[in-house]
């Protein structure tokens, strides 16, 4: 009976990091097989929507108290779909507890086929799988997993001759859709076109257990997430190769900053590696994390970690700094753009008469008792619809609820730190982006960093399309004047600014949209360079912070650890 329970566990329980599989088979507190589990589950997310209609329409949640949702939703698949139907004891009272209505549930089951048209089960599975690609988001979006690889351990031939050898090369991210519920075994490969060094694989390709990506040569990066440290670094090569130093301000977990320290390796080719790179998170924790990011992906010769380094607090003066010509700033956000972070299957649940839960996937329980009490105890709390289902513990937790005042506060803490890297003295290029979908945190962002004191001082402008890394050129999905979601459209000062930015300013930024044909999530990133290295108006005076606005502790809430 554990098996059910443990289930339950694993999908109540909040997102530790890692892929689901490896979540489950790394889970200290679970007494059913890892296997067992993860095939239950994956299983069971098959058959979700008409086993949630088959326990609605069977009324089992009234009467069996016993029964919660998710509990009811694995029990009943076991039960109408296992070979060997519920894996516990004939008299256990929580498979009694569903055997008791077997005559109501295998009837509802049959009109839920039938309803659908299908004549067998396995067409019923076919259907079943259709509708949730429809309720995905239609045929369009795919959201493959994106691999990067990491040109300080490997190349990118490299990994085609091994890690990727069985792969068989698509054209399209479409082709990476499942065609039929096999995505897992699926091993197809398309080769990014705007990033270089960046793959695409069907989403449920688990590379935690290949060498490539214990040793760092393979890193999972999600493929936007990968255009600021090109649009910073771009196309160089040895004979061209970024000279000065960098800064990455917001870094942790360091994907930006290890990416950053990968194109740097290309561009050096056999040359030795220097520190060149500062890399820094105002969280302790999370530079943590950082560090050992950074020393995985080799990239230690390179990059400095100041652990819990406030960005705000460096002194752009510092002569450590002098020679930092390139920043990267990649601060906390609302998280709105982002989807799909975590792989635990998103179960429809049977919706009770005095609840109305959707997906699975709760808040934590602590500790089971026995079994009888765990079915009470395991009610599934806060359901995870798209919207709220992804706690990022880079940005805000996306709630789905649009908060303009928190909104507004982000922005001012956004605006600040680019403003903030713009005052370094050989600064010459800074990118600034978000995982946000928000006018307000991105191209009102860009209106007034550009209306700037230090922008005007300094002569910072952005950096245009036809300026930009070739891949990124091409990319054609850039800034908008209106948000999309009317909730959020910009309102009065925001409105003002962004109107301020001419088509050619929209022309450079870039952005990334959910739901479209690209496979990504909202992102949004904007290059800014400025042509000379001494201030125009006040020569090399250093600019003081503005500290008017926003004080250190209401904007502290722009990131959590
Ligand atoms: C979106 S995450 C960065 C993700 C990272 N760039 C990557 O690609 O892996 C934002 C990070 O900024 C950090 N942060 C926010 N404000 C900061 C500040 N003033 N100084 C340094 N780090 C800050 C947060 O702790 C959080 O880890």
Request: aromatic share 6%.
């Amino acid at each position: 009976m554990s098996l059910y329970f443990d289930a339950v566990t694993i999908l109540i329980e909040p997102s530790s990091g890692g892929s689901f599989k490896s979540r489950i088979y790394s889970a200290r507190n679970l007494r059913a097989t890892p296997s067992q589990i993860y095939a239950l589950i994956i299983e069971a997310s098959k058959w979700d929507r008409v086993l949630a209609e088959v326990i609605e329409r069977s009324d089992i949640l009234a009467l069996e108290r016993k029964l919660n949702p998710l509990l009811a939703l694995l029990l009943v698949h076991d039960h109408l779909l296992s070979k060997k139907g519920i894996a516990a004891p004939a008299t256990h009272p929580i498979r009694q507890a569903v055997e008791r209505h077997k005559v109501r549930l295998k009837a509802e089951f049959t009109k839920a086929r039938v309803r659908r048209g299908c004549a067998s089960v396995e067409q019923l599975k076919a259907a079943l799988l259709r509708e949730k690609r429809q309720a995905d988001g239609g045929s369009n979006s795919v959201y493959p997993r994106w691999v990067r690889v990491n040109n300080i351990r490997s190349t990118l031939d490299e990994q085609l001759r091994t890690t990727f050898s069985s792969y068989e090369r698509v054209d399209t991210i479409a082709e990476l859709a499942p065609e039929d519920d096999d995505r897992n075994r699926r091993k197809l490969l398309y080769i990014d076109p705007n990033i270089p060094d960046l793959v695409a694989v069907p989403f449920g390709a688990d590379f935690t257990s290949s060498p490539a990506y214990k040793n760092g040569e393979i890193i999972l990066q999600d493929k936007a997430s990968c255009f600021p440290a090109y649009l910073l670094l771009g196309d160089r090569g040895p004979q061209d190769a970024w000279e000065g130093d960098l800064v990455d301000g917001c870094a942790a977990p360091g994907n930006k900053t290890t990416h950053m320290a990968s194109l740097l390796a290309k561009q050096r080719e056999q040359k030795k590696p220097r520190k060149q790179i500062f890399s820094m998170d105002a969280s302790k924790v999370r530079s943590k994390t950082l560090q050992k990011m950074v020393s995985l992906a080799g990239a230690d010769p390179t990059v400095t970690v100041l652990q819990g380094q406030d960005f705000l607090a460096l002194d752009p003066m510092d002569s450590q700094f002098e020679n930092v010509s390139g920043l990267l700033l990649d601060p906390s956000c609302s998280g709105s753009g982002i989807v799909g972070r975590d792989d635990v299957p998103q179960l429809t649940l049977p919706v009770t008469k005095s609840s109305q839960p959707s997906k699975s996937q709760g808040k934590k329980r602590k500790r089971r008792a026995d079994d009888d009490d765990e079915a009470e105890k395991q009610q599934p709390k806060g359901m995870a619809g798209t919207a709220d289902a992804s706690p990022s513990d880079e940005n805000d937790v996306p709630t789905g609820a649009v908060d303009r005042e928190r909104l507004t506060k982000l922005s001012n803490l956004q605006a600040r730190i680019v403003e903030h890297a713009m005052k370094f003295s050989s600064a010459t290029h800074v990118t600034y982006s978000t995982c946000s979908i928000h006018l307000i945190e991105n191209e009102a962002v860009v209106a007034r960093l550009l209306a700037s004191e230090v922008a005007q001082q300094r002569d910072w402008r952005l950096l245009r399309r036809d300026e930009q890394p070739e891949g990124l050129r091409k990319w054609k999905h850039r800034g908008v004047r209106r948000d999309r979601d009317a909730a959020t459209d910009v309102i009065s000062d925001e409105s003002a600014m962004v109107a301020k930015l001419s088509d050619e300013d929209l022309e450079a930024c870039l952005r990334c949209w959910s739901g479209d044909a690209e496979g990504l999530g909202g992102f949004f990133v904007a290059g800014f360079v400025r042509d000379s290295k001494t201030d125009t108006s006040r020569g090399d005076e250093p600019l003081q912070d503005d500290q008017g606005e926003n004080s250190d502790d209401e904007e502290w809430e722009g990131f959590s650890e």
